[in-house]
């Protein structure tokens, strides 16, 4: 094998990629110019330009002897351009200078090199080929198969997509159900469902931007992983039965031909969103299986911010990490250390459950151990191989949040429409915490876990338990027959609908903030029961908590010191990450405090005195994006709050 060499909430450690990365940005400032011109197309930038700005005027009133060469993503206005003079006209210092001018103007959000050193991320194995694969039953397969799904389609009828991009597929492989754009008619050179993609109905050919898929024995084996089709008396079981997998060739050494595969996953998800399922792919997962070693996303930041792009139409993003023994949060790596929560970073486990010694890792960027050695899966010409590498444990995790799609109640799938991109947060952390804890990752991977589909699976078809929360968008809550509601605060001028089998029962810290609007609704025969002095009536279904009044359930305080202690669970501060406002909630009672901002150098850069109401709000925007320490000196006490500014 061969390398190219928030709905729900945000747990403390889906923060820590983007908080470490911020860090690193903020106390290592990297310039542009300062790459190695080996690594990039001297004669070309890449540039994402503010919504609305014309690429050749921008180009002619910048006077930086550019023109528009490619545009790489319509929506994103991402174009390529190309130097208009000749590179022995054109000195480093003279191109620095001109790619600095860039930066500076106002119609620019990102400008940066076209890369050309990004590889392929397997390794070709020496070992003799299995005659069985052991990865199905090491993360639960056969009970999600047994007890949930197969995969294929959502509880609403949309048939679940994964955009694989890689260097090719056998299409023709009797192994597989590969997806068409039934809306495109091959091979008339029109674009029928008018997506900016001529002859789209395979997928998409980043490389020759055509509608022709080349033949590729990586891409083919990824593909296998990911879903080829099971319980048909040949070749192999993919994670998923009868998934659709949109091939997309664009695993390129040219970064262009990566943003522009990209683009193409981002531009169907957005119109299938669009067009309510009309046209487009309702795409729930995207696997790359390349990157570049040792890469720094801030010279990467049109790709990384890709993730966001596509997160935010409802997609999680699987990327294989570097197939070195080295620690990526020291070294670098793209893409797995880009800093965006709907990124999922993945390396390489074995049949013992240890990490490949081939396999990179860094517990601030790598999210998850997967499967990927000696993986038996799809080659072309109807053929079947092992291979090994992070390439094989990626598709493994993607393959999985297709699956969790296919077990989830239609009301969820349908808040997933409404709000994509914090169902696919919660999805994310569902994964995570569905994971297998794996004493052989401690300190290497942010999880310490290796995938597990059972666990992943199960936490979405129903919840059992849902904790350590603050709700500001408007969410329906499924639980199973019990579900229990603990240390959640809904915030004013949220609706919140709570659902279950039999009982549902508020614990320790729910609260309801004034303004809010929660209705509990739970089956016949049912319960909705609260341990304190203030009861909801077991015999309403419902219960709202509507403009004049709140509800906040505690446990009952202890009149010792320890219980009157106010600690950092106890101070809501949100939404986090912040782009300006920022809120403050106090939970317990208190006289007065004082709070103080630090920056990351530990400086203080605003203090505000005697603040006496539970809840408070002031505004950051006019502060630098990174992380900042909020410090509360509250009744004798100082607790600290960290929150994340990204404007």
Not at 102 to 109: E, F, H
Not at 383 to 388: F, L, Q
Not at 421 to 449: E, K, M, Y
Request: glycine residues 8%.
């Amino acid at each position: 094998m061969y390398r190219i060499s928030q709905l729900l909430y945000l747990l403390k450690r889906i923060d820590m990629k983007r908080i470490f990365c911020i860090v690193i940005a903020t106390i290592f400032t990297h310039s542009i110019y300062a790459q190695d011109s080996r690594y990039y197309v001297e004669s070309e930038l890449i540039i994402w330009l503010e919504q609305g700005v014309n690429a050749a005027e921008f180009a002619a009133n910048s006077q930086q002897k550019i023109i528009p060469k490619e545009l790489l993503s319509k929506r994103l206005n991402i174009w390529l351009f190309e130097f208009t003079d000749r590179v022995e006209q054109r000195s480093m210092s003279d191109r620095n200078m001109r790619v600095n001018t860039l930066s500076a103007n106002s119609n620019v959000k990102y400008v940066q090199n076209n890369h050309t050193n990004i590889s392929l991320r397997a390794i070709t194995p020496d070992d003799e080929h299995y005659d069985e694969q052991w990865a199905p039953a090491r993360i639960g397969l056969p009970d999600v198969w047994d007890e949930f799904t197969t995969g294929g389609t959502t509880a609403d009828g949309d048939e679940i997509v994964v955009a694989i991009i890689d260097g090719g597929f056998d299409l023709n492989h009797e192994d597989f159900n590969f997806w068409k754009n039934t809306n495109e008619i091959p091979n008339n050179r029109i674009d029928d469902d008018n997506n900016g993609f001529v002859d789209d109905f395979d997928g998409w050919n980043a490389y020759n931007n055509n509608g022709t898929i080349p033949v590729n024995a990586h891409g083919t084996h990824v593909a296998g992983i990911v879903g080829a089709i099971g319980n048909n008396d040949r070749g192999v079981s993919g994670v998923n039965w009868n998934v659709g997998i949109l091939p997309v060739a664009g695993s390129s050494g040219n970064e262009a031909t990566v943003v522009r595969a990209y683009a193409y996953v981002l531009e169907m998800r957005a119109l299938y969103n669009e067009t309510d399922g009309q046209r487009g792919a309702f795409i729930v997962a995207t696997n790359s299986s390349f990157g570049v070693n040792e890469g720094n996303p801030a010279d990467f930041p049109i790709w990384c911010a890709m993730y966001n792009e596509l997160g935010n139409v409802g997609i999680l993003s699987c990327g294989a990490t570097a197939n070195e023994n080295w620690n990526v949060d020291i070294v670098g790596d793209i893409p797995t250390t880009c800093a965006s929560n709907f990124l999922i970073s993945v390396t390489n486990t074995t049949a013992a459950d240890l990490r490949n010694a081939n396999a990179a890792f860094g517990v601030n960027n790598i999210d998850i151990g997967a499967p990927g050695t000696d993986i038996f899966s799809t080659l072309p010409n109807n053929r079947h191989e092992n291979d090994t590498g992070t390439s094989m444990a990626t598709p493994q995790v993607a393959g999985v949040i297709a699956l969790m799609y296919a077990a989830m109640p239609q009301s969820m799938i349908q808040e997933y429409k409404r709000n994509p991109a914090n169902i696919a947060l919660l999805v994310r952390q569902h994964l995570l915490d569905g994971a297998d804890i794996i004493p052989a990752l401690n300190g290497l991977v942010a999880s310490g876990r290796r995938l597990n589909a059972y666990g992943a699976v199960q936490a979405v078809s129903c919840l059992t338990n849902f904790s350590n929360q603050t709700i500001s968008t408007n969410t329906t809550i499924i639980g199973c027959n019990i579900l229990n509601i603990e240390n959640v605060t809904i915030t004013s001028g949220t609706t919140v609908v709570i659902t279950a089998g039999e009982e549902v029962i508020l614990g320790h810290g729910f609260h309801a903030m004034s303004g809010s609007d929660v209705t509990i609704s739970v089956g016949q025969s049912a319960n909705v029961s609260v341990s304190s002095t203030r009861q909801l009536n077991p015999n309403i279904l419902t219960r709202s908590f509507t403009e004049n009044e709140e509800y906040i359930y505690s446990s009952p305080i202890i009149n010792d010191a320890e219980n009157l202690l106010i600690t950092e669970d106890d101070i809501v501060v949100f939404p986090n990450p912040n782009s300006g406002t920022v809120n403050i909630e106090i939970t317990k009672q208190f006289n007065s405090y004082n709070l103080k901002i630090y920056n990351i150098n530990g400086a203080l850069i605003g203090e505000n005195r005697n603040i006496t109401q539970p809840t408070y709000s002031f505004d950051m925007s006019g502060f630098t994006d990174g992380m900042y320490i909020l410090q509360f000196e509250i009744d004798n006490q100082i607790v600290s709050k960290r929150i994340i500014l990204a404007k």
